[in-house]
Every structure is written in C-alpha cells, then in structure tokens.
C-alpha cells in the first residue's frame, strides 16, 4: 500500500516541483497532501494519516522550525519524521531543526536522486 | 568582479537541476540604476553581517519559458504562477550565494522571495553596495542576476 507524503512550502511551485521530483524518484507515495505554512500543515496532520513530511524553514506565519516545534508537542503526531527542504542549510539553523526532530535536510535545488536516498531510509 | 563567479555556479547548477535548462553566463557588469522594461524581478533582501540583496531580472518572454520549463506546463501571461516561480529562483539563487557568504548560516538572514513587474520600472542599488551583475541567455532568451553586498564594519 502506498504512502502518504506532505509537502510543506509557502511556494505553490515549489510544491509542484517537490511533487513531481517525488514521483521522478520512484517512491510509492499514493497520496501527495500540500500546506503552505506551519500552521496548514498541523491542519492538515490533525485530519489525515500521515507517514513522512517534507517541509521549507522559511515561511510565513508560522515557518518551519516553529512547526517542527508545535509537532513535537502533540503526541499524535511528533513521532511522523520531518525532512527538512530548503535554500536554509546553514550547520546552526539545521542542527536547531534536528533539535525539535527533524530527520534530515535537503537543500534546495535537489534532484529526485537525492529524495530518493534521503526518504528511502526514513520508509 | 568579486562574486561574478559563484553567481555563474550557482545560476548554473540551479537551471540544470531544476529547470533542466542550460544557460549561458555572459561578462559581468555593473547595472546601475536602468530602468526594466516589460520586466519581472525575484528579489530576496539580505541582513545581519553582510546586507544586500540578490535579484533575477527577466523579460516577460524569458520568464514565460522559464517558468514554462520549471512547471512543465504551459504558461501565457505574468500570472500568480509566474511571479511564484520567479521569486522562488531568487530565493534558491539568495541560499546558494548566503551558503558561500557564510558557511554557518547564523550571520545573514533572508527574506521573503518576493516579485515585481511591470513595463518600465526601475529596481535601485543599495547605498555604498557593491553590486555585480552577470547575464545569462537560453534559446535566444536573456536575463540577469544581480548581487548587491555591503558589509557593515
């Protein structure tokens, strides 16, 4: 059965392209769920089943450090593992991220080559 | 001129990759303050240590190819789609130029991509900046990134 990803980006392209970058790496994903911020995406967590979330840091309202944060404080869905993907991959800002959980980072562009290898492990 | 060639890597690497287009880097120049013309402009602000800011200036015609390839589907007019993707090259092009900047990432801060058009408009340096812009041309097309950096002593 397949998986259900969710995609995180302020950027309705970047979606898009995250989207198709999945499919390109041959993962199984049978549903791709989409949020355009912290807080879409806690939404969107409360009404689906989720197995691995791909999420930007740099949003509006609540970006993505601070989700990472509000998730890991909600029991229900603080063990579903967070790959970050973003132009911010500086040591400081990806270590803070691993802090509140994340699993890994994938810095922006990316290939479906490296989805494939960072996801892989996480399924 | 200082930058001209991360700004050639980095705009590189980020049109093969995902837009599957290869660009052609021309001679860097400095832009001063020439007016766009049925134009479109990604720009991220940088702050912190170094200020400044990274730009893709794009006629309308090359960034509807652009964003034709990026989404790999048809786009006819400067629509939200357009503007999006545009902003979101400046916002890769600003994270590729701040990982060379400053390896750590704690010491420049970017802001929002965010996108302009127009038919004549105008997008100014800033103050005791230097600035470096390098061309870039595909399938007959052009554009322009520009950096401009002002480091605070």
């Known amino acids: 059965m397949g998986k259900t990803v969710l995609i995180v980006d302020d950027s309705n392209t970047m979606r898009k392209i995250v989207s198709r970058?999945?499919?390109?790496?041959?993962?199984?994903?049978?549903?791709?769920?989409?949020?355009?911020d912290g807080q879409e995406a806690l939404d969107v967590l409360s009404a689906n089943d989720v197995d691995v979330i791909l999420s930007d840091i740099n949003m509006p309202n609540m970006n993505g450090l601070e989700f990472l944060k509000a998730k890991s404080e909600i029991a229900a869905i603080k063990d579903i593992p967070v790959v970050m993907i973003s132009t911010e991959t500086?040591?400081?800002?990806?270590?803070?991220?691993?802090?509140?959980?994340?699993?890994?980072?994938?810095?922006?562009?990316?290939?479906?080559e490296l989805i494939n290898e960072t996801l892989g492990a996480l399924l | 001129m200082e930058h001209a060639q991360?700004?050639?890597?980095?705009?590189?690497?980020?049109?093969?990759?995902?837009?599957?287009?290869?660009?052609?880097?021309?001679?860097?120049?400095?832009?001063?303050?020439?007016?766009?013309i049925n134009s479109i402009s990604g720009i991220v602000g940088l702050a912190g240590a170094t200020k400044g800011m990274l730009a893709i200036h794009m006629t309308n015609a090359a960034a509807l190819a652009v964003t034709t390839a990026f989404l790999g589907m048809d786009v006819e007019e400067i629509d939200d789609d357009v503007r999006d993707a545009i902003g979101e090259l400046a916002n890769m092009l600003a994270g590729s130029i701040k990982s060379i900047l400053?390896?750590?990432?704690?010491?420049?801060?970017?802001?929002?991509?965010?996108?302009?058009?127009?038919?004549?408009?105008?997008?100014?340096?800033?103050?005791?900046?230097?600035?470096?812009?390098?061309?870039?041309?595909?399938?007959?097309?052009?554009?322009?990134?520009?950096?401009?950096l002002r480091k605070d002593s």
């Open chain 1, 21 to 36: 970058a999945l499919r390109q790496a041959g993962i199984d994903f049978s549903t791709i769920l989409e949020a355009g």
């Open chain 2, 6 to 36: 991360e700004i050639i890597n980095s705009t590189q690497e980020i049109f093969s990759s995902m837009i599957m287009l290869d660009v052609t880097p021309g001679e860097p120049f400095i832009r001063n303050n020439d007016k766009l």
């Open chain 1, 90 to 112: 500086g040591a400081d800002i990806i270590d803070e991220a691993k802090s509140y959980g994340a699993k890994g980072a994938i810095k922006k562009p990316f290939t479906p």
């Open chain 2, 102 to 148: 400053d390896p750590s990432g704690s010491d420049i801060k970017l802001s929002m991509p965010s996108a302009i058009y127009g038919e004549d408009y105008s997008v100014d340096c800033l103050a005791g900046a230097e600035a470096v812009t390098v061309p870039f041309a595909f399938d007959g097309l052009g554009f322009v990134v520009e950096l401009q």
